[in-house]
Structures are given as structure tokens and as C-alpha cells.
């Protein structure tokens, strides 16, 4: 089983930035296409970004332009770089591959706030 470990959210401003990360535990994540989620209180989880293991992205409308997700395969972690942040970017973030095979993480809090 690979264990995930999602960090580097906070409480941020509107238009502001942050920089996640996602650690995965086992070498197998190289050749995984990996996947970025979020999820707020009373809703589904929400799938916002994929990165192929050659690092090609791809993203839900409503982050493209604002989110970049990029991964280093020599250290099993895959990133997302959150900008122009909007109080609906509110969320736990969570990374998995897209078709969640592993346990989740505890995820990291993003807070979008004045």
C-alpha cells in the first residue's frame, strides 16, 4: 500500500499563493498518472488536477490558469502551486491517482480569506 502525505496549506488572502505538496511513500508512484482533489463540507470530492508520468497536466476549468500542478519522480512527490487564490478555492486538498486506488491522506487545509 502507498501511503500519501499531503502538506503546505494555510490561511491565505484573496489573489494570494500557495505551494502544496504531496510525498508518496513507494517508488511506484513514477509511473502513475497522479491527481490533485478537494473537498469542502457537504460536497463531493473534486478532482482539479492530473499530471502523466512524463509530466503532462491537465485541469478542470475552474483552476485553469490559476493552479499548476508538477511532479518529481526521483522524489516520489507530486506539487500544486495555487495562485489568485478565491475564497471558493476553500478546501482540503488531497492527491491521489485519479481513479483513488491508494488510502487517502489527511489532506491540507487551504483557507481563502480576508
Known amino acids: 500500500q502507498v501511503q500519501l502525505v499531503e502538506s503546505g496549506g494555510g490561511l491565505v488572502q484573496p489573489g494570494g499563493s500557495l505551494r502544496l505538496s504531496c510525498a508518496a511513500s513507494?517508488?511506484?508512484?513514477?509511473?502513475?498518472?497522479m491527481a490533485w482533489f478537494r473537498q469542502t463540507p457537504g460536497k463531493e470530492r473534486e478532482r482539479v488536477a492530473t499530471?502523466?508520468?512524463?509530466?503532462?497536466?491537465g485541469y478542470t476549468d475552474s483552476v485553469k490558469g490559476r493552479f499548476t500542478i508538477s511532479r518529481d519522480n526521483a522524489k516520489s512527490t507530486v506539487y500544486l502551486q495555487l495562485t489568485s487564490l478565491k475564497p471558493e478555492d476553500t478546501a482540503v486538498y488531497y492527491c491521489n491517482t485519479p481513479g483513488t486506488t491508494w488510502s487517502w491522506g489527511q489532506g491540507t487545509q487551504v483557507t481563502v480569506s480576508s
Open positions: 499530471i502523466t508520468p512524463d509530466g503532462s497536466p
Open positions: 513507494r517508488a511506484i508512484f513514477r509511473v502513475v498518472t
